[in-house]
């Protein structure tokens, strides 16, 4: 991370899944304070064991349930199942207030997950906004990158696009992005996360057909 970066308190809810441990993993590398969150603290505790296992020491990570997770944080995180978004944030509203939330969450039909498929608000990150209301921004972002890829310790072929309220909480989230070492792109409003989270689908399908688990999205035609 560059050094004139502020170090981020991040609550990941949900943090003890797939995706949260590859983020944290990511995050953590990059000298962030990664607060892993969990509806029971001893599974936090137990992801934050493994993480350690794979990180440099000194790598700062804590064990919360998610509420206590969210109250501590600078900026929070959602990677849990779409069955269980809803549920989850209204039982954190109060405590996101004030925070940008960066939703993970694919809307994803369990019995046909290469079917986009997409709640009545027009995306998981729309509804998302709809539930916690104006006090909390919600960004969409890191939909399209699986956690086998943010394990991996190798440069990552696939870039993540960041749509949301708010140009400066997406400013926010691509310098995270660029934490992560990932390549991040300014992807507009919260009603374009229906493209994002539409186009996981189509890469769990594309894996599928060619059995492997990296399938990604490269924007091309831009110099950096
Ligand atoms: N896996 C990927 O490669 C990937 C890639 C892109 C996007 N995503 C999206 O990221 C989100 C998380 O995916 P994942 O693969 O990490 O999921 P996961 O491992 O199945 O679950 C993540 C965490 O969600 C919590 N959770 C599960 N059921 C819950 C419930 N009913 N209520 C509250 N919390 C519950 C659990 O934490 P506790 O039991 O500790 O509370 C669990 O460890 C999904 O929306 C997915 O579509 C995943």
């Known amino acids: ?10 609550a990941i809810i949900g943090g003890t899944g797939k995706e949260g441990r590859g983020l944290a993993y990511r995050w953590a590398q990059a000298g962030h304070h990664i607060l892993i969150g ?37 900026i929070a995180v959602l990677t849990v199942p779409y069955s269980a978004h809803r549920e989850t944030l209204d ?34 990150a729309q509804e998302a906004q709809a539930i916690l ?20 310790n190798s440069p990552l072929d696939c870039d993540v696009l960041v749509c949301g309220s708010g140009k400066e909480a997406r400013q926010i989230v691509l310098s995270l992005v660029e934490d992560a070492g990932l390549i991040g792109w300014d992807a507009g409003v919260i009603n374009n996360a229906v493209v994002v989270e539409g186009l996981t689908s189509i890469l769990i399908g594309l894996n599928i057909q060619h059995k492997v688990y990296s399938a990604g999205i490269r924007i091309t035609g831009i110099n950096r």
């Open 1 to 10: 991370m560059d050094s004139s970066r502020k170090i981020m308190k991040i």
């Open 133 to 152: 209301g104006e006090d909390t921004s919600v960004v969409a972002a890191f939909q399209n990158i699986s956690y086998e890829n943010l394990m991996k």
């Open 91 to 124: 039982l954190l509203k109060e405590n996101l207030k004030g925070k940008i939330l960066i939703d993970v969450t694919v809307p994803l039909n369990p019995t046909k997950v290469t079917r986009v498929s997409m709640p009545k608000e027009g995306s998981a």
């Open 38 to 74: 969990s509806r029971m603290r001893e599974k936090a505790q137990s992801a934050v064991d493994d993480l350690k296992t794979l990180l440099p020491e000194g790598s700062l990570l804590e064990a919360l349930e998610n509420s206590a997770a969210v109250e501590k944080c600078d």
